[in-house]
Structures are given as C-alpha cells and as structure tokens.
Nanobody, 123 residues
Framework: QVQLVESGGGLVQAGGSLRLSCAAAGTFFSINAMGWYRQAPGKQRELVATITSDYITSYAESVKGRFTISRDNAKNTVYLQMNSLKPEDTAVYYC?????????????????WGQGTQVTVSS
C-alpha cells in the first residue's frame, strides 16, 4: 500500500510564502516524475509544477518565477516553495507521484495522489 501524505497548507496574506511537502510511504521500486496540481472552487484541476527523477522541472506560466518545486529522493518527498502568493493561488493543492513496482521480471507503473491540502491567500 502506497500513500502520499501532504502537509504545509494554510492561510497567508498576499505576498506571503508557504512551503508544501508531500512524502511517499509504502513499498515500491522507484518514484519517477512527481508533481503538484491545484483545484480552485468551480474550476478544473490544473498542473502547477512537475519534477522528474533527474530533477528536470517545469511550471505553469501563472507560477513561474514565484514557485519552486524540488525533491529529496532519499526521503521520497517532493516540495513546493510558494513565494509572492496571490489571492488567485487559493486552491486545494494535490501532489502526485509516478511509482514503479517490480515483480520478478515484470514491472508496472501507477500514479498516486495525495489527499490535498488547502492553501488560502487573503488580499
């Protein structure tokens, strides 16, 4: 059983900062790409940032220059440092991870999601 446990959300004023964490727990062979998504009320879930196992990152245009995604492979954890927060960043933030499992000569890949953490930015 694999779980992604998120932490770090909360209420912050515009211009402030928050750091989200997402730790993977359980038994798996490896974690490939990891990412952060967000969903605001009445809107579809959208990609915020991703990071590969080789630390290659990509960002949504709306967060470039303000958010930084990173990962600690030894801790199976991905982070999202959010600076210069704006009210429009208010959403539930979800992490995901592309996990690889190996069984003898076979392998499989499964995408897991965290439970979500609320980020609220007041104006």
């Amino acid at each position: 059983q694999v779980q992604l446990v998120e932490s770090g959300g909360g209420l912050v004023q515009a211009g402030g900062s928050l750091r989200l964490s997402c730790a993977a727990a359980g038994t798996f062979f490896s974690i490939n790409a990891m990412g952060w998504y967000r969903q605001a009320p009445g809107k579809q879930r959208e990609l915020v940032a991703t990071i590969t196992s080789d630390y290659i990152t990509s960002y949504a245009e709306s967060v470039k220059g303000r958010f930084t995604i990173s990962r600690d492979n030894a801790k199976n954890t991905v982070y999202l440092q959010m600076n210069s927060l704006k009210p429009e960043d208010t959403a539930v933030y979800y992490c995901n991870a592309h996990m690889e499992f190996r069984y003898g000569s076979g392998r499989s890949a499964v995408v897991y999601w965290g439970q979500g953490t609320q980020v609220t930015v007041s104006s």
